[in-house]
């Protein structure tokens, strides 16, 4: 069964940096392209970012870009999520799901991770 | 760019259908038949129950099913069980991201 393992998130201080990571095993994780998709506490999920299988191409929702970049280790099976200039409304649980068919549909989430962000 | 419309909340009762509409604009639903639907029970991860607008994973029970027409899909379970309450998302592709609906509560009554 395909496991995708989020860690990285905790508390920080609005302004300051975090980075989240993300183990894939039990797939070839260098077919597939991977995004980031988080949801407020108490609201709905919201798209963060993509990353093509191969890394060549990066997308992100405009409330993040210049902000977060995301990246992958293919040797590694590793995604990442490196968060700069956080804000509060940055405050998530944040999920790292598989893409299926390239298609922008999510048949592999992880457990997610929680970032908090304070003022 | 905006969040696919959905209405906050459905009921049904054991064994009814109900229907959950996701509305969005001919840049997204409209433009691709790259739809599908996530299903979220308290306090876990989103699960997909349909993809590319009407179809099912495997594992994912029949009583689920999908459909679009314009600009609007829509989420139809019938033979209502006390398992489905819980929160539906949809969402698209649209110009190398994905929307996603605000969601909707589906309470079983």
Known sequence: QVQLVESG?????S????????????????????????????????WVAVIWYDGSEQYYVDSVKGRFTVSRDNSRNMLYLQMNSLRPDDTAVYYCVRDRGGRHYFDYWGQGTVVTVSS | QSALTQPASVSGSPGQSITISCTGTNSDIGAYNWVSWYQQLPGKAPELM?????NRPSGVSNRFSGSKSGNTASLTISGLQPEDEADYYCSSYTSSSTLFGGGTKLTVL
């Open chain 1, 9 to 13: 998130g905790g508390v920080v201080q």
């Open chain 1, 15 to 46: 302004g300051r940096s975090l980075r989240l990571s993300c183990a894939a095993s039990r797939f070839t994780f260098s077919n597939y392209g991977m995004h980031w998709v988080r949801q407020a506490p108490g609201k709905g999920l919201e």
């Open chain 2, 50 to 54: 349909i993809y590319d607008v009407s």
